[in-house]
Every structure is written in structure tokens, then in C-alpha cells.
């Protein structure tokens, strides 16, 4: 994968990172955080949205009903998750709302830390969202598919194999998400992952500072 920003900076890099499903993207944007960069994680932003930003309430509220949203307001996650669980419309309606308002969030974000090198944006979803369209290079976090399960087996007690299969089944594969980064963490057990990030530290700053 290429080591050069496929887009120009905004006020500082925009570095995302993805990965599949326990390949332990923020286990690496933990790292950055204790490097002192400023990390977005989209995800969590997302579900706070879908709690709080009255626009987006409403317009979840009109593409899936009333029983999106409990009687003490927050939203009805088990409901969404069985309409959208296995239905790529329903999945592509719900993103189609929530990853726009996520971006404006996210821009709004990047704003408040002007000072820093680089930001870094934690999500799931970067390509295929198009979100890489805001970011200057994109990380891939990667790990053996085996791996991946026994992790999300121990972090996630209610969900089973198969249930995380269907989960992998649904994202990009892994092969493809790599042929798409510019840079590759293996988070494998086989590499550490430290030296890998404060490398891939050491180059965005530098990058940061011709940039600007």
C-alpha cells in the first residue's frame, strides 16, 4: 500500500483506522491515545447521535417507527438491530441517515483540536461509507479470522460463533480492506503492535510538518 496522503490536509492529517470485527482497532487507537493524538471514535459517536441529536431522532423515527426509540427515550438498539441484522436495505437505510451526520460530527470534531499533528478517526465503516474522502491515509488493523472470534468470544459474552460469523460475513473482507490502506497494523500476536504505531506516529508527524 502507498505511504503517501491520497488527500490534502485540512488543518492537521486525518488519519482513520478499520478493521474487521476483533481485529482490535481500538486496542491500537488506545496507543495513539497514550501518544497524546486525539482520537474520534465513530462508532460510540454514533450511537450518542442516534440518542441525542434531535434531527437525526426524527428522521430514525420516521424510517422505522415509533418502536425505534423506547418510553424513556433512548434508543430501542435490540428492535434496530433485529430490523437491520439481516436485511442489507434496512443496514444501507439505517447507515444512509446515521454515517452523514456522523462525518458533520466529525468535522465539527477535527475542528476542536487544531493544535494536534494529526487526529485519528476510529471506525468500523471507512470505506465503505466513503468516508475515506475526509482522510488523508487510512490504517488497517488485521488479524487471523480465528483470532478474531476468540476475542469478540471473551469481549462479547452474549454473542456466539455463529452469531460473529454472520457479523464477518456481512463486513468487507479483510483482503480487501488491505489492498484499500495505506499503511497495515498486524495485530496477530505474532507482531507487536507498538513499535508498529509509534513508526507510523513518527511518519505522520513528519508528514504533518511539511504539510504545513
Request: one cysteine or more; charged letters at 25%; proline letters at 4%.
Amino acid at each position: 500500500a502507498s505511504t503517501t496522503p491520497k488527500y490534502k490536509p485540512m488543518r492537521s492529517l486525518s488519519i482513520g483506522v478499520t478493521g474487521g470485527i476483533g481485529s482490535g482497532k481500538s486496542t491500537v487507537c488506545r496507543v495513539f491515545q497514550v501518544l497524546g493524538l486525539p482520537v474520534y471514535d465513530a462508532d460510540s459517536r454514533a450511537k450518542w447521535l442516534m440518542n441525542h441529536d434531535s434531527t437525526l431522532r426524527g428522521q430514525v423515527l420516521a424510517a422505522f417507527g415509533t418502536e425505534s426509540y423506547l418510553a424513556d427515550g433512548s434508543l430501542n438498539r435490540i428492535y434496530l438491530a433485529g430490523r437491520v441484522f439481516n436485511d442489507e436495505s434496512e443496514t444501507r437505510k439505517l447507515n444512509d441517515l446515521v454515517h452523514p451526520r456522523v462525518g458533520e460530527d466529525y468535522q465539527h470534531w477535527r475542528e476542536s483540536h487544531p493544535n494536534a499533528p494529526y487526529t485519528v478517526r476510529e471506525a468500523a465503516l471507512l470505506f465503505e461509507v466513503g468516508a475515506i474522502r475526509d482522510l488523508d491515509a487510512v490504517i488497517v488493523v488485521s488479524a487471523p479470522r480465528a483470532l478474531r472470534i476468540r476475542r469478540v468470544l471473551q469481549r462479547d459474552r452474549h454473542r456466539t460463533e455463529a452469531d460473529i460469523a454472520a457479523i464477518m460475513s456481512r463486513q468487507m473482507p479483510e483482503e480487501e480492506k488491505i489492498r484499500l490502506a495505506d499503511h497495515l497494523v498486524r495485530n496477530d500476536e505474532a507482531h507487536l503492535i507498538i513499535p508498529q504505531i509509534v513508526s507510523l506516529d513518527a511518519m505522520f508527524k513528519k508528514q504533518s510538518e511539511k504539510a504545513f
